[in-house]
Each structure stands twice: as structure tokens, then as C-alpha cells.
């Protein structure tokens, strides 16, 4: 990400007072420094909230020394600013400062969304686990997309047909089907009028009637009735 919110009243913050008083704008500064790497990295595949630089790379990109460097980190723990889990810093308040407005990324939108929701747990995962689930997403998204188009095949005309064809064989494997080639519903309608007073479907007990999925892929709804010779 490239930006995030900076509340214009952030140094009177009880806590950032405190460092103001102890460290004075070199604490400040360090604090929103940190932040500011953090979020730097944050994206789809990384919404892991751990600060990766150590006292020795900040120190040097810094100007302080790494013993101050580190003390003031220890001092924004101990207040409660940052986290400490066995030497591994991350800022999980920071959360709250982040918004979709922020991106236009649809995943990084909803990674966002989903951790304000789910707060620590979401946030502490592995940037493995959190792959995971933006793939668990698309696989969601593209589920409710064929969901949507099952549905749209049924308002296009798949229920009416299914209602008249004369042998209820494999619904499912119809209706994929249907969706896949998008026959005019008129049409079929047309065709099975016809057909299913044919000789051929009507012989055996409607032995020869093919299945719904087979009449489908085989466009046999384009059939043309056979015409009676005259003498």
C-alpha cells in the first residue's frame, strides 16, 4: 500500500506523549517510521502486520544508534504500541487505519474488510495461509459466478424444457448443457411438439428417446420432421 491514516492530533495521544517526553521527535518520528514500513509491504499476498527490519537496518537508515534504536522499541511495547512475540515486532492496531478507500485492489479491498472483521486472528496468519485465502475467495467468486449462471440458464428457458421433454434423465448434465450452448427456448419447444409425437420416440415405450443431455449436444432440437411419401 502506499498510503494510510495519520490522524492530524496523533501527538496528543496519551501514549505518544509519553514517548514525545522521553525521546522527543526522534521517538516520534521512529514510530510513524516503523508504521510506515509495515504498510509499505502490505498487499494482497502479505497482510501480515510484522515489521521486518530489525534495530540494526533502522538504526542505519535512521541516524540513531542501534542501543537507542532498540530501546525506544521496547518502550513502544511496553506501552503497548507495538507487539513483542519472542523478538518478532508487528503493530496490529494498525489495522485501524486502514481502509478500501486506500486501494483499488478488489482482493486487497476484501483482505482489508475481513480483517477489521476477524481483528487479531486474520492478522497474525502466515502470508502462506493468507495466499490461501485469497485463492479460497476467487474459488468462492467463481462459484457463485457458475451459481449465477445456473440460475440464468433456469430464467432462460431450461425449466420449461425440462418440463416438457418426455424423459427426465440427468438434469444436471442438461442443464450444463443448456448453458453452454444457449438454444432459443421457441425453438426447442418448437422441435419437441413434433417430436414427441414422432413414430421414433413413441415406439417401445419411448425406448429411442435420447437423453436430455445428448437431444442438447447434439442439436437435435434443428431436426426437421420426416415427410410422409404420397402414392
Not at 518520528?29 to 530489525?54: M, P, S, T
Not at 479491498?109 to 485469497?134: P, W
Not at 457458475?146 to 420449461?160: I, M, P, T, V, W
Not at 426447442?188 to 425406448?207: H, M, T
Request: proline share 2%; net charge neutral; glycine share 4%.
Amino acid at each position: 500500500m502506499q498510503w494510510f491514516k495519520h490522524d492530524s492530533n496523533a501527538n496528543t495521544d496519551e501514549k505518544l506523549q509519553s514517548i514525545l517526553l522521553d525521546y522527543g521527535l526522534e521517538g516520534y518520528g521512529l514510530y510513524w517510521y516503523c508504521l510506515e514500513l509495515i504498510v509499505n509491504r502490505l498487499d494482497k499476498d502479505n497482510i501480515n502486520f510484522e515489521l521486518k527490519h530489525d534495530a540494526r537496518l533502522i538504526a542505519r537508515n535512521t541516524g540513531c544508534s542501534i542501543q537507542k534504536v532498540s530501546e525506544m522499541m521496547k518502550t513502544f511495547c511496553d506501552l503497548g504500541l507495538f507487539e513483542n512475540n519472542e523478538g518478532r515486532i508487528s503493530c496490529l492496531k494498525l489495522i485501524k487505519r486502514l481502509d478500501t478507500s486506500m486501494t483499488s485492489n478488489i482482493y486487497m479491498r476484501d483482505l482489508i474488510k475481513k480483517s477489521k472483521e476477524h481483528h487479531d486472528a486474520i492478522m497474525t496468519q502466515s502470508e502462506n495461509v493468507m495466499q490461501e485465502e485469497s485463492r479460497l475467495d476467487e474459488k468462492r467468486l467463481k462459484n457463485t459466478h457458475q451459481n449465477q449462471s445456473r440460475k440464468n440458464a433456469l430464467d432462460d428457458g431450461f425449466l420449461e424444457f425440462w418440463n416438457k421433454y418426455p424423459k427426465k434423465t440427468g438434469k444436471d448434465a442438461a442443464n450444463k448443457s443448456w448453458v453452454k450452448l444457449k438454444p432459443n427456448i421457441d425453438e426447442v419447444l418448437k422441435a419437441l411438439s413434433w417430436q414427441i409425437e414422432s413414430d421414433q420416440w413413441q415406439k417401445q415405450s419411448g425406448q429411442f428417446i435420447p437423453n436430455p443431455s445428448t437431444y442438447l449436444n447434439q442439436g437435435r432440437w434443428k431436426d426437421e420432421p420426416t415427410q410422409e411419401s404420397v402414392f
